[in-house]
């Protein structure tokens, strides 16, 4: 008994206004919740400098000159943008190339210098200043380059002047270049960088000087950063629940509650629809259409045709064209809907009162049918 007892306490508490109440407030702080986590980020990415590796590569050229009127003493001079050709022997060039990094890095690599001659758009030819140097090496600086390299002008000009001895053909100057060509790999933890390439050095040789064109050197730095990925969380008390923890369950919760109202309203709604006595939802539905009439009509010299729905009865009315009709008697409490044309009078009650409960309504049409009645005597 008092288990009984218990029970029916416990589902008119479920039905009261202060269980609603409490749902409205714990809705609301569920709804505050759920826009709060969702503002919040889940986690948060910091970035810091893991190494940061720079690759260059530097040119320096000078001349050496034989001994003549201008330099007695010949030698190794800095001769600015242009050198003449006819006291010039070599040309000495420094190359210097390195790889360096905050932390040890390892660097696997192939390295070549080359001379390209070229002739404009007719011929060019490569000569190799060194042979293929491979080395590989885990440290904060890799030097892969750190050599001079001479032109050696009394070949290079004979290889010339046969060129055109042979093809009759004369430019009038010749680009030399000089070429690191660097080939490789730096590895780092678990990223692979490729050895940056396309540096080299150019000179334009004519017949009576030598020109400096262009110095294009390389100087690339590349920047890891090591990402690191921490969890956010909601602090209650002394409990660390994670945000994402908190968006799911807060936002079930949110649209749980935001459900259960909508449940009830919809309920409610149809609970007050079965208390709208038939009469009344004809009149609110069809308002527009009914003409209301004050006292019945007579219908002494009219044959009497019982509709069995209001929507048959809708139908005659379309058909026929004709107005619908409204009679309310108060004292039967009834509701008379009706139509009349020159022989009957077609007519549907409706109940007025709460609660009732109607058949299945079947659709009746007059369309290519004689209407069946039984005439008033």
Request: charge should be neutral.
């Amino acid at each position: 008994m008092n288990i009984f007892l218990h029970k029916l306490k416990t589902i008119h508490f479920f039905k009261s206004i202060k269980f609603k109440v409490i749902l409205i407030i714990l809705g609301l702080l569920s709804i505050i919740m759920t826009v709060y986590s969702i503002s919040k980020p889940t986690s948060i990415t910091n970035e810091s400098l893991d190494n940061r590796i720079t690759q260059s590569t530097n040119f320096e050229y000078k001349a050496e000159i034989i001994p003549n009127i201008l330099y007695p003493n010949g030698g190794i001079i800095d001769p600015g943008n242009i050198m003449i050709r006819s006291i010039t022997n070599t040309i000495p060039i420094y190359i210097k190339s390195t790889v360096s990094s905050d932390h040890p890095v390892e660097v696997e690599h192939t390295s070549e210098v080359t001379l390209l001659v070229q002739a404009k758009d007719l011929w060019e030819k490569e000569f190799p200043l060194n042979s293929i140097h491979q080395s590989k090496a885990t440290e904060n600086e890799t030097i892969i380059l750190n050599d001079e390299y001479k032109i050696e002008l009394e070949s290079i000009i004979t290889f010339i002047e046969n060129v055109e001895e042979e093809t009759g053909i004369s430019v009038g100057s010749y680009q030399l270049k000089i070429i690191p060509n660097i080939n490789g790999m730096i590895h780092y933890k678990e990223n692979e960088i490729p050895l940056a390439n396309g540096a080299f050095l150019s000179f334009e040789y004519s017949s009576n000087r030598i020109k400096f064109v262009e110095n294009n050197g390389i100087s690339e730095e590349k920047s890891l950063i090591n990402k690191t990925v921490i969890p956010q969380y909601f602090h209650l008390f002394k409990l660390n629940i994670p945000l994402t923890w908190l968006r799911v369950f807060f936002s079930i919760l949110s649209l749980t509650i935001v459900f259960y109202f909508l449940y009830q309203i919809n309920k409610n709604v149809k609970r007050k629809k079965q208390y709208i006595s038939e009469a009344t939802k004809i009149d609110k539905k069809y308002l527009k259409r009914l003409i209301n009439v004050k006292e019945a009509v007579n219908t002494t010299d009219k044959s009497i045709v019982k509709i069995e729905s209001i929507k048959a009865l809708l139908q005659i009315v379309d058909e026929k064209d004709l107005p619908i009709f409204r009679y309310h008697d108060g004292i039967k409490n009834n509701t008379t809907y009706f139509l009349i044309d020159d022989q009957y009078f077609y007519s549907y009650d409706a109940n007025n009162y709460v609660g009732y409960k109607t058949d299945i309504e079947t659709h009746y049409s007059t369309k290519g049918k004689e209407l069946s009645y039984v005439p008033k005597t």
